[in-house]
C-alpha cells in the first residue's frame, strides 16, 4: 500500500470536521435540507445513512481486488441501493411514523454523492479496518451536520428541541425560581411578564432550510477563514 | 375532461407549487453547481427534462407490469408455476435497484442521442450528462411514479407519470434559469467573503422558494377556473 | 491477443456483477419475507386503532373489512365498526382528497343507518405548518361530529348556529378546512348509498 494514503485513524479525524461531508464537501444536500425541520427526523436519517455508508464501504472493500474499472460504478449503485432497501424496510417495520415523515428521503440515500464518493475514493482502495473508521468518521461529520441544522431549525421554527419544549420548560422554571426568591425575600407576589415565543414558521418550511444552511455555511467558512489567516 | 383537470393540476404542482427544486429539495448538487450561467443552467434543465421523461416513460412500465403489489406479469408466472391466486404478488422490494438501472439506462440513452445529432451541444456540456444519474430529481420522479402504483383502486396512467415528469423537469429548469440569471449579477456585487460560493446561493436559494410558495392554492384556482369556463 | 484477454476481463466482471445481483436479491426476498408482515400490520394498524376514537365503543380487533362499490364504480373499503360482543356500532370509511398544498386523507366516523358523522380523524396531510396543519388536531377534527349526512357539511367563518349542518374554519387556513369538508361531502356522497345497502 503506498505510504501517502491516509490511515484508518486520519480518516476517521477527516470526516468529523475537516472534511466533513455538508460543510466542506457540499454533497448530500437534499436530506440535509429536507428532513432537517426537526432532531428525530435529521438523526433518524443520519443514522440510515450512517448504516448504509458502512455497510457499502465494508463490502466495497471486502471485493476491492475484484472490482474492474467499467463495472464498478455499477457494483457500488447496486451495493447501495441493496442496503438502502433493508433500512428502509427496517424503518416501515420498526418505526412507522417516521418511516411515513421521512418519506421519499431514505430511498434518495441511494444517490447521496456522499455514500458513492467514499466507497471510490476510500473503500475500493484501502482495506476494511480503514473503510470502516472513514465510513464512521464520515457518518459522525454528516450527523453532526444535520444536528446542528435541525436544531436551528426545531428550536426557532417550533420551540421544541427532541420535541421537548423548551422554552415552555425554562419560562417554567424562572417562574419557579422567581416565586421562591420572592418568598424567601418577602417580596409578596410577583409574576414574569405573560411572554410566549412565537414560532419562526418559515423555519420549518423549504426557504428556512435553504437559509439556514446558507447561514451556517458562511458561519463555517468565516471560522475557517479566521483559522487560516491567524495561521499565517 | 376531467382526466384533463387532473393532468393541468399534476403538472402545474410539479412544476411550480411543489417545484422539485425549492419545495422537495431534490436536485440541489447540479442546481448549485451548475447554475452561474444561464445558458448552462438552461442546457442542463433541457438534459434534465429529456432524461426525467425517459426514465418516467420506463420506470411507470416497469412498475405497473412488474414491481407494484398484483403486478400482472408476476401475478401470471406465479399461476402458471402453480401458485395459489389469493397470494398478491409484490415484487416492490426490488423497486430502488430496478429504478437505478432504468435511471442510468436513460442516462446512457440521452448521452448517445446527444452526441450523434447535437455535437457541439455534447462537447459543451457532455461532462454533466453522466452527473444526472446522481441527481436526485430523476430518481424522486420514479419514487412518486411508485407511490401512487400502490393502491390498486386509484392508479396512474401514463398520462399522469409523463405529465408529473415533464412538470418536474420544467419547474427545475425554470429555478435554475432563474439561479442563474440571479447569480450572474451577484458576481458583480459585493458578497462577504465567508458567503461567497454556495453560501449566498443557498440563501438566494432560500428567498426564491419563498416566492415560488406564494403558488400555492394555483392548482385550486385554475380547477375553479375551467369549471368555470366550462359552465 | 489483448482483444481475448480483454473480453475474458469483461465475462469475469459480468460474472460479479451476477452474482452480486443474486447475492442482493436473494437479501431483499429475504428482508421482503421477514419485515413485509411486520409493514402490513403497521399500515393496518394506523387505521385500526384510531377506530374506537371514531366510533363509541368499538373494540377494535372486532373490525371487519369489507369491500363496496362506490356510485364512481370504483372499488373502496370500509370498516364495520363492532363492540367486544360483535354487534355493530358503525361505519369508518378512508376518504382522500386534495387540500391546500397536498393531498389529504381522512378517517369517517359514521352511525349504523350512515345518518350522522361520529368522529373525523385526519392520517395524512402536508397542510402548512402552524395554519393548514392544524386540521390534525382534534380540536378542529371535533367539530365535525354530530353533522348530518343528509345535507353537505359546509364551511363558515364564524360559529354556526345551532342545529345548522356547518363547522367553524381554522382561523387563516380556510383553504385547508374547506378542503376536508369536501373530501367528506365527496366520500359520503360517493358511498352513503352502498354502505346503507350492505
Sequence with gaps: MPLDEPTALERLINGILPENPVYRQLLGMCPTLAVTGAMMPAMTMAAATAFVLLSANIIVSLIRGLLKPHLRILVFTLTIATFVTIADRALAAYMYQMSKTLGPYVPLIIVNCLIISRCEICASKQSVGVAIADGVGMSLGFALALGSIASIREILGSGTWFGLHLFSYAYTVAENILGWVTTILGMGTLGLPDIHWQNWGIMVLPPGAFLTLGLLLGAVEWFGQRRRRAGE | ?????????????????NNFVLYYFVGVCPFLGVSRRVDT????????????????????????????????????????????????????VLSYIMYIFVIAASVQFVEM?????????????????????????????????????QDPSQLWGLHHAMTMAIGGGVGFTLAITLMAGIREELDMCDVPKPLAGPGIALITAGILAMAFMGFAGVERGIENAIAMLLK | MSDATAKTG?????????????????????????????IEENKRQETY??????????????????????????????????????????????????????????????????????????????????????????????RFIGKRTSEPVQVVKDDPAAGSNAVKALTGATISSESVATIVNSALKNLKEPIREL
Design chain 3, 49 to 142: 386503532s384510531v377506530i374506537p376514537a371514531l366510533v363509541e365503543g368499538a373494540d377494535k380487533s372486532q373490525t371487519v373489512e369489507k369491500t363496496i362499490t362506490g356510485k364512481d364504480g370504483k372499488p373502496q373499503t370500509v370498516f364495520l365498526a363492532r363492540d367486544s360482543q360483535g354487534t355493530p356500532r358503525g361505519w369508518v370509511v378512508p376518504a382522500t382528497g386534495q387540500g391546500f398544498a397536498d393531498r389529504i386523507d381522512v378517517l369517517i366516523g359514521l352511525d349504523l343507518d350512515v345518518s350522522t358523522i361520529t368522529g373525523l380523524y385526519v392520517l395524512d396531510q402536508k397542510e402548512t405548518p402552524g395554519l393548514g396543519n392544524l386540521i390534525q388536531d382534534p380540536a378542529f377534527q371535533d
Design chain 2, 113 to 149: 442521442y446527444v452526441r450523434k445529432f447535437f455535437p457541439p451541444l455534447y462537447k459543451s456540456f457532455g461532462v454533466f450528462l453522466p452527473l444526472i444519474t446522481t441527481n436526485c430529481a430523476i430518481l424522486f420522479a420514479c419514487l412518486i411514479i411508485m407511490k401512487n402504483l
Design chain 3, 10 to 38: 469483461y465475462i469475469r466482471q459480468a460474472w460479479l456483477v451476477i452474482f452480486l445481483a443474486l447475492a442482493y436479491g436473494g437479501a431483499l426476498a429475504g428482508v421482503q419475507t421477514t419485515l413485509g408482515p411486520r
Design chain 2, 41 to 92: 443552467a438552461f442546457g442542463m434543465g433541457c438534459a434534465v427534462t429529456f432524461v426525467i421523461s425517459i426514465a418516467a416513460l420506463l420506470s411507470w412500465i416497469f412498475t405497473y407490469y412488474i414491481l407494484r403489489p398484483g403486478a400482472p406479469l408476476p401475478t401470471q408466472v406465479w399461476t402458471a408455476l402453480g401458485g395459489s391466486p389469493s397470494v398478491t404478488v409484490d415484487l416492490s
Design chain 2, 1 to 17: 375532461m376531467e382526466t384533463l383537470i387532473v393532468l393541468i393540476q399534476i403538472g402545474v404542482s410539479a412544476a411550480l407549487i
